[in-house]
């Protein structure tokens, strides 16, 4: 039998969504969800739904129906003639298929400029992934009540100001396309940073394939749409390879790429190839272009391919740190420690005194420089900031190494 | 939906040339709400003098206490405003981004309580 939590995770956001863009009403929705759910853990086990999802949809709606109608009392004091309940035939006979998807939709409304920017992947998290204040809560590092009234004051702004619940014409597209995706990517790299997969980070690396894939599917013109999606393919696809059997973070130069999923790389090959077609380069292309050269490598014996990531960085905007401390890395395998030595130090180093991945590569260069003592002080500064327990092990293992 | 088009300015860009000139803000204004009356969108609006001309009633215990000057010492004023009926949010901001300013400025977007 199709259990209740298995039918949220794969119909709720399509649920949430069409409700809220057919009422123009996020908390709306969100309540009458969730008084669906609850009445399907009541019902479900002694009368099993034929289709779970529709069961869901119908439900909700008709809570949907109950909540305005009560509202509507409560500020008018007449009711109006109730809506005629729907009959058990009428349930039996809807389908899934008939929930429209207003997923992207409801993205847009989320991710919408007017909305805080560190309110929306929580609201977007929410809605369309169906986590729970308390996931994202300590996904984002975030205290519970913190949170709530975070999602809570983006909801009010959006029923408040006016936020539309329309796809946006053409004109204003790249705006709100960057708003979408800046903020998605920053609840991806979130996720990603953490390597154990099983920290507080993680709990939404999975749902960003799942949401990735419908932004790719619902936006099969937009280049950097289908090369997000590629990209969070790859890197999701290396997950297994990431630790090692001590709990460490394995660099990816050094994980073995027979434990890496081939399907998703794949699938992610595909994406980034029909990306290509369109012909219309950008900056998310060139970043899962970096991630495909390295997932091309097929076992450990194959040599890292340091000279095409060196390539493809020398391509990517110069002035972002990040960028140019991976590409540090790359010039060190393909020029040596001291040219990258000197690319490292010419950053504003102020800037990045908090920048954990800093200070890891130049303790690594100064290392494989001979600079023991200042090699240790850096690893140091590097363990102190590690996001995790499998970065922190890996780093006082790198540290213990240098002779 | 309704919504009121406040906009901040520094007003020495008015007193001194650095900016463009008054006549050619208030033609373009007037082009603005020419085109926004025609189309149905404008509820109304207008231009207000400069800051240094306003004062402030404050109303604090019960008392009511005068001062010379506006709500907020602020290096931009609030300048002007549209009254505007459109659909959305987002033809609200596509009006305030064609809102003429001197120089660099803002305008707050706020929606209107509506009666009914």
């Known amino acids: 039998m199709i259990t209740l939590d298995q039918t949220a995770r794969e119909a709720g ?24 759910c609850a009445r399907a853990a009541a019902v479900w086990p002694a009368a099993p739904p034929l289709d779970p999802a529709a069961w869901l949809y119908a439900t909700a709606r008709r809570c949907v129906l109950d909540m305005i109608r009560k509202r509507k009392v409560r500020s008018r004091l007449t009711p109006d003639t109730p809506e ?16 429209p998807d207003e997923r ?55 029923a408040q100001a006016g936020v539309s619940f329309e796809v946006p014409g053409p004109q204003a597209w790249p705006e709100r396309l960057a708003a979408v995706f ?6 991806y790299a979130r996720a990603h940073e953490d390597a154990a997969g ?22 099969p013109d937009e280049p950097e749409c289908l090369a997000f999606a590629a990209t969070v393919r790859f890197a999701e696809a290396r997950r297994p390879a990431r630790l090692d059997a001590h709990g460490a973070m394995i660099p990816l130069s050094e994980q073995d790429p027979a434990l890496w999923n081939r399907s998703l790389i794949h699938e992610a090959d595909a994406l980034l190839r029909r990306a290509a077609r369109l012909n219309r380069p950008g900056p998310r292309q060139l970043r899962a272009a970096l991630h495909g050269v390295w997932c091309v490598r097929r076992s450990l014996a194959e040599p890292p391919p340091w000279s095409a990531v060196l390539a493809l960085y020398d391509l990517a905007e110069r002035d972002d ?33 908090d920048f954990q991945p800093f200070h890891a590569v130049r303790a690594d260069l100064l290392a494989r420089l001979g600079r023991r003592d200042e090699a240790l002080a850096v690893y140091q500064r590097a363990i102190d900031l590690a996001p995790g327990p499998a970065e922190r092990l890996w780093l006082v293992r790198r540290r213990n190494e240098v002779t | ?31 603005l709400a020419g085109e ?17 001309t306003a004062t402030t009633v404050r109303k604090s215990d019960g008392q009511h206490a005068l001062h010379d000057g506006p709500y907020a010492e602020a290096r931009e004023q609030l300048g002007g405003f549209y009254l505007i009926e459109v659909s959305d949010l987002d033809a609200a901001l596509a009006i305030a981004k064609r809102i003429p300013l001197a120089g660099d400025g803002a305008v707050e977007v706020r929606p209107m309580i509506e009666e009914g």
């Open chain 1, 321 to 353: 740190p990040f960028v140019r401390i991976n590409r540090a890395v790359a010039l060190a395998q393909v020029a040596g420690p001291a040219v990258a030595l000197v690319e490292i130090e010419a950053l504003d180093a102020d800037r990045l005194a």
């Open chain 1, 84 to 99: 005629p309940q729907a009959s058990a035939e009428e349930i039996m006979a809807s389908d899934a298929r008939l929930i």
């Open chain 2, 1 to 31: 939906m309704q919504y009121a088009l406040l906009i901040y300015e520094n007003e020495d860009l008015y007193r001194t040339d650095a900016g463009r000139s008054m006549d050619e803000i208030i033609t373009a204004h007037r082009a």
């Open chain 2, 36 to 52: 926004l009356a025609q189309q149905g969108i404008l509820l109304g609006g207008q231009g207000l003098k400069t800051a240094d």
């Open chain 1, 182 to 187: 800046s903020t998605l990517e920053v609840a």
């Open chain 1, 104 to 158: 992207l939709r409801l993205i847009f409304v989320c991710c919408h400029p007017a909305v805080a920017p560190e309110a929306r992947a929580a609201l977007t998290l929410r809605l369309v992934c169906g986590l729970t204040v308390q996931e994202i809560a300590r996904a984002f590092l975030v205290a519970e009540p913190a949170m709530f009234q975070r999602l809570t004051r983006a909801k009010k702004k959006i």
């Open chain 1, 198 to 219: 099983a920290g507080q980070h993680a709990g939404y690396a999975r749902e960003m394939l799942g949401l990735t894939a419908v932004l790719a599917e619902l936006l």
């Open chain 1, 13 to 36: 956001g399509r649920i949430v969504a069409a409700l809220a863009t057919a009422f123009r009403d996020l908390d709306l929705a969100e309540e009458a969800y969730a008084e669906a």
